[in-house]
Every structure is written in structure tokens, then in C-alpha cells.
């Protein structure tokens, strides 16, 4: 991980020069949870502007990274840091808590973040993802092994909007996945099980074969429409 992570900032360097403001890692991979395979590095790129110049010159370094299986990097001027976290604050409260600086500057240091929309976005993020697994699952239904992966792949997500949901309920939550479910369960009577399940087969702690794919896939969406239901009832 360090290796590639590396590389793209000498890669950012070389195509961007003095533009490079900050490179942030954020996410799982910052919390000490990043799973090969699974997990994505999520990168925030901050630039002194960012303009159609500065796309083409980064387009090769982003099509290098999503071929390594990865998110394009976030790409921010230093305005658009300081004044677009009332839009996105599930994206900043996860990079004001759990961040490594690679290059540049700490751009996170200090950093306010307006939640008034916070909520809504919790929740509209579920409902979402909620929505695209329907749809994605409808065409996979009949095949086992693309049913579980899809909702492997899926897991991730849930569980990141289900700490942001603990944190809106006044928890202080954890960032390793399974002390997450472990906690919405308590808070909000989500079943941990299907959750627990996903991510045993993401570890291979548990084989494909021994998993009734429609049966969990069920009990999954379950469990998320509790979860959605537990948002929706929360303090606007």
C-alpha cells in the first residue's frame, strides 16, 4: 500500500509541479482498516486551482490509479476546501478523523465543518446505495457467486453510513466494521448477522458455499431498511 501510495504522489508531482497544495489518504485505509481486494485508498488532491488545464494534466495519473482498482482522487482547489463542507460532510468528518498527510501541506488541521445538512445526507446516501443494490441485485439474482459479491462489495459502504448514523446519534463510534454493526445493533436493533457474515467472506473466514446467497441477501436488505428507518426517526 505505502509503495503505490508513493507513486502517485511522485506521479501528482511530476504532472502538477507547485500546483499540489496537500495529498490526503482517508478512509479505511487511514483508520487501519483497509482490506486488499475490498477496501478502496481514497485520496483528497488539493491544487492551488483546478481548471480544465489541470485535468488534463492529472488525466494520465488518474487513469493510472483507477486501472490499480481505485477511486479517481478527490481534486479541490483551497476554496472549495474551506467552503464546501456544509455539502459533503459525511466525506470531511471522515477525513478530519481519520487522515495521513503524503504530501504538502495539513490542510485538515482546523478544519470546521457545518452540519446542517448532515443528517440528510446520512440518509440519502442509505436510501441510495439501498436503491442501486436492489437494482444491481435483480440481475444477479440467479448466480450465487455474483450475488455475494455484490453484497461483499456493498458491505463497506453500510457499514461507513452506519457509523456516521451512531455519530449523529450522539455515539461515540468505532471505525473497525464489525465494532460498527456490533453498535448499531445496540442503538438501533440492526441484526449484526448478515453484516457479519459479508465481512467473513471478504476475510475468507467463511466459504462462498456455505452461504445460501438469496437467503443473505434477504436478511441484508432487511437489516438496512431498519438501519434507513433508525436515520429517518433521528432529531432533524
Not at 208 to 219: D, I, K, Y
Request: charged share 25%; aromatic share 6%.
Amino acid at each position: 500500500m505505502d509503495k503505490v501510495l508513493n507513486q502517485l504522489v511522485e506521479r501528482l508531482r511530476r504532472a502538477l509541479g507547485d500546483r499540489v497544495v496537500s495529498v490526503v489518504l482517508y478512509g479505511s485505509a487511514a483508520a487501519g482498516d483497509y482490506h486488499g481486494g475490498f477496501s478502496d485508498l481514497n485520496i483528497l488532491c488539493v491544487l492551488t486551482a483546478v481548471t480544465p488545464r489541470e485535468l488534463a494534466d492529472a488525466e494520465p495519473v488518474i487513469r493510472w490509479w483507477r486501472d490499480q482498482g481505485n477511486p479517481a482522487p478527490l481534486l479541490l482547489s483551497g476554496e472549495e476546501l474551506a467552503t464546501s463542507t456544509d455539502c459533503f460532510p459525511i466525506e470531511f468528518h471522515d477525513i478530519a478523523e481519520r487522515h495521513r498527510i503524503l504530501a504538502g501541506r495539513d490542510v485538515v488541521e482546523g478544519m470546521e465543518i457545518d452540519d446542517a445538512f448532515y443528517r440528510a445526507q446520512v440518509e440519502h446516501e442509505l436510501r441510495a446505495k439501498l436503491l442501486r443494490l436492489r437494482q444491481k441485485a435483480a440481475g444477479v439474482l440467479s448466480d450465487q457467486a455474483q450475488l455475494l459479491r455484490l453484497m461483499a462489495d456493498s458491505v463497506s459502504t453500510f457499514c461507513v453510513l452506519a457509523r456516521h448514523a451512531l455519530r449523529l446519534a450522539g455515539l461515540n463510534a468505532a471505525w473497525q466494521k464489525r465494532q460498527i454493526v456490533e453498535q448499531a445493533g445496540a442503538r438501533f436493533g440492526v441484526d449484526p448477522a448478515p453484516f457479519v457474515t459479508l465481512l467473513d467472506l471478504r476475510e475468507e473466514r467463511i466459504k462462498p458455499r456455505s452461504v445460501s446467497a438469496p437467503a443473505l441477501l434477504e436478511q441484508y436488505l432487511k437489516e438496512i431498511q431498519v438501519l434507513v428507518a433508525a436515520v429517518d426517526r433521528l432529531e432533524r
